[in-house]
């Protein structure tokens, strides 16, 4: 069994997005994200703060923007058009989830779509499904990259997709479905999942759900990826599969922590530098 360390391939990964930055920083262009922080949430909290520092190491400016949580949604969408037609941003995230009285929907299309590195909006989503160049969300982005990493070519794999949220699960299925693989999206209504699971040569767990993919869903020498971040109740993370018995199966997998998770911000980093990119372009500069 190999380990598929997030940190290690993300930390190369970084190493490349800096010298990305500086050379478009040598013409003229600083590679900058907009974040916007809505409320109180904990975890995003901790992740935008993560955002934050991981810009900072990769001389990407990063524009924080933390709102509190009664921001009315014409005041969320004001602020997001201001950063639309601000020439010196590049990329602008809004963390999720946002506040009840806030409807995400419109929030996410209100973003220009060629800043939305967060590949929420509809037209890079009808991209992605179309085989397209466009923003591909971060989180299954980094999975790709990572087994690309790692010369696991997922051509005529049978892959199963776990989970089919619109963040991860059918992005992930249709950058493995670009990649020739045949895949299955399996969710919380789908019948016999352990048999399915069983048939695949890839497995994507990202339920949100702690150890739910267990060793007896697993074939010998799978792919198993994890993309499941839960707290249990003693406050140590683990992943969506039951790393501890699935590991003795698996060809790969990834851990939780050290995963995943380092990837997605590492690919909202590459993001942000392919929109730089595109306005070095578009001044003539690249
Ligand atoms: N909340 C959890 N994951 C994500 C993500 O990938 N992007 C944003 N904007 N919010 C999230």
Not at 158 to 169: D, E, F, L, M, T
Request: aromatic share 2%; with cysteine; net charge positive.
């Amino acid at each position: 069994m190999k380990i598929l360390d997030g940190k290690s391939t993300s930390a190369s990964v970084k190493a490349m997005i800096k010298k990305q930055a500086n050379s478009l920083i040598e013409v003229g262009i600083k590679p900058a994200l907009a974040v916007i922080l809505v409320g109180e949430n904990k975890a995003s909290k901790t992740y935008v703060n993560a955002k934050e520092k991981a810009c900072k190491e990769c001389d990407i400016a990063s524009i924080i923007h933390r709102l509190p949580e009664q921001t009315k949604q014409e005041e969320l969408l004001a602020l997001i058009n201001v950063l639309n037609i601000d020439d010196s941003v590049d990329a602008i995230l809004v963390q999720l989830p946002l506040p009840k009285h806030i409807d995400e929907k419109i929030v996410l299309e209100s973003i220009k779509d060629s800043k939305d590195v967060d590949g929420f909006h509809a037209l890079n989503v009808g991209k992605l499904s179309s085989g397209l160049d466009g923003f591909v969300p971060c989180t299954p982005l980094g999975v790709k990259v990572m087994l690309d990493e790692y010369g696991i070519d997922v051509s005529g794999l049978n892959a199963v997709v776990v989970g089919r949220s619109n963040i991860v699960g059918k992005p992930m299925a249709n950058l493995l479905l670009n990649a020739n693989a045949t895949v299955t999206i399996a969710h919380s209504h789908t019948k016999n999942l352990s048999e399915i699971c069983k048939n695949a040569d890839l497995i994507v767990a990202a339920i949100g759900k702690p150890k739910f993919i267990t060793a007896d869903m697993v074939r010998d020498k799978a792919v198993v990826v994890d993309v499941g971040i839960n707290r249990l109740d003693d406050g140590s993370l683990c992943g969506d599969v039951d790393y501890e018995n699935v590991s003795k199966k698996a060809s790969f997998i990834t851990p939780v922590p050290g995963g995943v998770g380092p990837m997605t911000i590492a690919m909202l980093l590459s993001n942000t530098i392919k929109s730089a990119t595109n306005r070095a372009k578009k001044l003539g500069l690249k």
